[in-house]
């Protein structure tokens, strides 16, 4: 589903991705780890098509996210860090407006589909702007699932979420990752642990564990691994 | 399809901020007083059934208010991470920047429609009812919207080289500024010998007066056609250039 060959990006002269490369097969969630500044979201926008590689290819779903950046669009759901929203769009018209950007008709049986899916419901008749983080973090996540992508990338989708909504968003996640591509990037391990079935470690830019969950744990604990592997 | 449904975002967060009536309102009111009141530039003291100053005065509220509108085109998106959301969506970089565009444009339609008002008015109160060179006005006002919108394609590209506003304004101006009058300014400064008439036609001056007299030359459609399109194509230039 995902192909990563030698991936690499510059900012200036510092390198933040460094000829990065991994495969990831379909149905299955994906953790991407690393310390702050390793590259997490660099590789992502990456292959969302915000940013452009310095050298090296990545395909989402046999599509060149540089040469077929639109197909590889149409089969993402992104969800950017910090969950940027437009504070003054109600929660339909965001969902609106964003599927009209993926070229859908109106349709309000899906709009209707995802804030169910996402728990929007109670909070659905409001502004972005007035949501609490957990809320905004689902209309982001709802966004996300709107044109029903094959591949979802969700960057840091759990922070700033308490216990209770933690354990809603978590939860959908897994069921998303039954018939869907997951990547998603977090700092908590447990997170990991409960969510995914395979775990890409990332440090300065590089790969430096690309393992099934079950072959880390047996390692001494996902913990140990990321801190002996990134220090 | 997608372009129209930027324009409808953007048409309708200028409507939901009030950034639209502040800005039709101050247009008006400064076009009013400038017309009617101000007794040196008044028509009723002037005594010619004439709508010159209006087509004098304002290229100069243009000047800060297209600013004033194109200023968060970008510099929010980039300020609030949206551009991010949007650029990630399967829309080419022309879609976003001709949504936005041509929210800009309704805009300025809208600010230009309320003036028909005053032609109506003069050509009421000429002393000969009708006494009025229409062809002239009807230039003007295609002048003054070509204006307005090479202000917006300027103020746009403004937009996208900052995410703060006011510095996105600040460089608006100046560049419709110069834009505007500063060519004409340059090509006064003695010893430039024959480049002075190319830079004047640089300038919007020279081809706004040009319209303004009522003979629409495609020289000067093809002139504010250029400007429009070279500063959409550098913010084109600008947004790819973000993603290295």
């Not at chain 1, 349709?107 to 804030?115: A, F, G, P, Q, S």
């Not at chain 1, 659905?124 to 979802?152: I, W």
């Not at chain 2, 936005?100 to 003036?115: M, Q, S, V």
Request: net charge neutral; with cysteine.
């Amino acid at each position: 589903m995902i192909e990563v060959q030698e991936l690499t990006k510059k900012y200036g002269k510092q390198v933040a991705v460094d000829r990065l490369s991994f495969r990831i097969s379909g149905g299955n969630v994906v953790g991407l780890l690393g310390p702050n500044g390793a590259g997490k979201s660099t590789t992502m926008r990456m292959l969302s098509g915000y940013l452009l590689p310095d050298s090296g290819t990545a395909a989402v779903g046999g599509f060149d996210v540089v040469k077929e950046s639109m197909r590889v669009r149409e089969h993402i759901g992104y969800l950017p860090e910090n969950n940027p929203l437009y504070p003054h769009m109600y929660v339909r018209e965001y969902l609106h407006f964003m599927g009209a950007l993926h070229g859908m008709k109106k349709d309000r049986r899906r709009t209707e589909h995802v804030i169910e899916l996402t728990g929007l419901g109670p909070e659905s008749h409001k502004k972005l702007g007035q949501l609490s983080k957990g809320y905004r973090q689902r209309a982001g996540l709802a966004q996300a699932l709107l044109h029903d992508p094959p591949v979802l990338i969700l960057d840091e989708p759990t922070s700033g979420l308490d216990p209770n909504q933690l354990t809603g968003m978590r939860e959908l996640i897994r069921e998303l990752g039954k018939e869907k591509t997951v990547i998603l990037s977090t700092h908590i391990m447990q997170e990991v642990e409960l969510l995914c079935r395979h775990v890409l470690i990332i440090n300065k830019g590089k790969i430096v564990a690309n393992d099934p969950l079950p072959a880390l744990v047996a390692e001494g604990g996902l913990e140990d691994v990321f801190r002996r592997v990134t220090r | 399809m997608k372009i129209r449904t930027i324009l409808a975002k953007e048409i309708n967060e200028f409507f939901s901020s009030l950034t639209a009536y502040i800005t039709v309102s101050l247009f008006l009111i400064a076009m009013g007083l400038f017309l009617w009141v101000f007794p040196d530039t008044s028509i009723l003291e002037y005594g010619y059934a004439s709508l010159e100053t209006l087509f004098q005065v304002a290229p100069w509220v243009f000047l800060f208010l297209v600013p004033a509108l194109t200023m968060r085109f970008f510099a929010e998106e980039k300020r609030m991470g949206t551009l991010e959301l949007i650029l990630t969506a399967p829309v080419s970089q022309w879609q976003l920047i001709l949504g936005k565009f041509l929210a800009g444009a309704f805009l300025i339609l809208f600010c230009l429609l309320p003036t028909l008002v005053y032609y109506f008015t003069v050509y009421e109160l000429g002393e000969v009812r009708g006494n009025l060179d229409s062809g002239a006005i009807a230039g003007s006002y295609l002048g003054l919207f070509l204006l307005g919108t090479a202000f917006c394609a300027i103020g746009l590209f403004a937009s996208t080289l900052s995410s703060n506003q006011v510095v996105a304004f600040m460089l608006a101006v100046f560049l419709c500024f110069f834009f505007w009058s500063g060519f004409d300014s340059i090509s006064r400064v003695a010893s430039l010998g024959a480049v002075d008439f190319i830079l004047v036609q640089l300038g919007i001056y020279e081809h706004y007066v040009s319209l303004s007299r009522g003979v629409i030359d495609s020289r000067d459609l093809l002139y504010f056609a250029s400007l429009t399109f070279f500063f959409l194509l550098l913010s084109k230039q600008r947004l790819e250039g973000a993603r290295w």
